[in-house]
Every structure is written in C-alpha cells, then in structure tokens.
C-alpha cells in the first residue's frame, strides 16, 4: 500500500484525500462507545475503536478546509504533519480540496502484540479541487474508493490516529 491518500490525475493536479465518516453500523458516540484515556488495548472493544476512526474522519475534512491542528485532538503529530505536508502540496499548485466522507466500512480489527491497532476500512470520499485564493472550483466532484489501515496508538489524550496506509481507486 501506498502512503500518498490521493490519485494523480493529468496536468498538476493533486486529488484527494482521507477518509469517512458516519456510516458505522451500530457505532454510537455516547455511553460505553466514549473512549476514556485509561483504557488498555485490551479494554477497547470494537465499537469504540470504530468510533476513534470514525472521528477522524468527521475531522479531516474540516482540517483541509481550515486549520490542521484541528487534527490533533484525533491523530498524533506526526499524521497531522502528513494532512500539513499535503495541504502545502496543494498550496504550491495554487490549489486547496474539500472531501466528504461517503460511506466507511470496517472491515478488520487487529490488535499487535506491542499494544497497536490497526483497523481495515473500505471508504468511500467525494472531492473536488478549488482555487486557492478565490475558491473557485477547479474540477466537478469525483468519488474515490480507498481500502485503507489506520494504525492506532496509545498517548497522553487516549487512542489516535498514528498513520494510514491506502490504495485508492478513481470511481468517476
């Protein structure tokens, strides 16, 4: 799997990114769902970790569109550099993205021996690019399908977001 969330389509542009959002069958946000930063590995069940994704996913978009530290209460340092590193990409080709989640589909869950989660998603993303300075759209919305692994780690703020590995495939 790659580590670059978006196709390359002709000329310079760059497509999009990261993933979805609220489709979880049965992933609520309160009650027992509700990750608490003193939960181990081994307390986390499936739902909340299907929750831990799902926010992230409700956060990217809103990092693209504004600041990216926005991230930094769902990923770690190093993915909100990752979401920086692309936005600047775009940046350079006077270029900024919106993305919606369509749909997100967990497919996996698998706990490592060293305390790291990785969850196996099928998602679903519309995109489009826009003029930086004007915000004029630059392309229609397409829809992108990725088969993703988050990697999840354990810090100070509870679970989050460490990386992503992807492959993506242009739909329209």
Not at 42 to 64: F, G, H, M, R
Not at 151 to 157: A, C, F, P
Request: net charge negative; hydrophobic share 40%.
């Amino acid at each position: 799997m790659r580590n670059k969330r978006f196709p390359a389509l002709p000329a310079a542009v760059i497509v999009l990114a990261v993933l979805v959002w609220g489709t979880l069958g049965g992933c609520g946000r309160t009650g027992d769902n509700e990750v608490k930063n003193n939960d181990s590995q081994a307390q986390l069940s499936d739902s909340q970790i299907k929750v831990i994704v799902s926010k992230y996913n409700e956060t990217l978009p809103l990092a693209y569109a504004g600041e990216t530290e926005i991230l930094s209460s769902v990923a770690t340092e190093r993915e909100v550099r990752r979401v920086e590193l692309f936005k600047a990409q775009l940046a350079e080709e006077d270029m900024t993205i919106r993305a919606n989640p369509v749909s997100l589909e967990v497919k996996e869950i698998r706990r490592g021996p060293s305390g790291s989660i990785s969850v196996y998603t099928v998602e679903i993303w519309e995109f489009r690019h826009l003029e930086s300075n004007t915000l004029k759209p630059l392309d229609e919305w397409k829809r992108i399908r990725y088969q993703a692994v988050y990697h999840l780690t354990k810090s100070d703020q509870g679970w989050l977001v460490d990386g992503i590995d992807f492959e993506e495939k242009l739909l329209n």
